[in-house]
């Protein structure tokens, strides 16, 4: 099993920045790759980004290209979210996912519990 804890979520405004944070504990040695997806209000969860292991392969849906940038340390077992020039729309509940294997385009093993990012207007 593997635990996933987000942090660093908040209220922002509009063009400002955000980091949020992914601690992963438990079976970690069996992580793939670890990643992000957000949940807005009334809408379906969607992939953000990703991040493999080894060789840091890193993955942006088309939403955040550009403006996000994610990371991981693996020495603390924890993966980052920088978040920047961040828009309304990205007001959401992010969720750290943990993958156990390399099919980033299938759904994650693990989910976190999600950390809300609010961007005001």
């Known amino acids: 099993q593997v635990q996933l804890v987000e942090s660093g979520g908040g209220l922002v405004q509009a063009g400002g920045s955000l980091r949020v944070s992914c601690v992963a504990s438990?079976?970690?040695?069996?992580?793939?790759?670890m990643g992000w997806f957000r949940q807005a209000p009334g809408k379906e969860r969607e992939f953000v980004s990703a991040?493999?292991?080894?060789?840091?392969?890193?993955y942006y849906a088309d939403s955040v290209k550009g403006r996000f940038t994610i990371s991981g340390d693996n020495a603390k077992n924890t993966v980052y979210l920088q978040m920047n020039t961040l828009q309304p729309e990205d007001t959401a509940v992010y969720y750290c996912a943990a993958y156990t294997n390399m099919v980033i385009s299938g759904p994650p093993t693990y989910w976190g519990q999600g950390t809300q990012v609010t961007v005001s207007s």
């Open positions: 438990g079976r970690t040695f069996t992580n793939y790759a």
């Open positions: 991040i493999t292991w080894r060789g840091g392969k890193t």
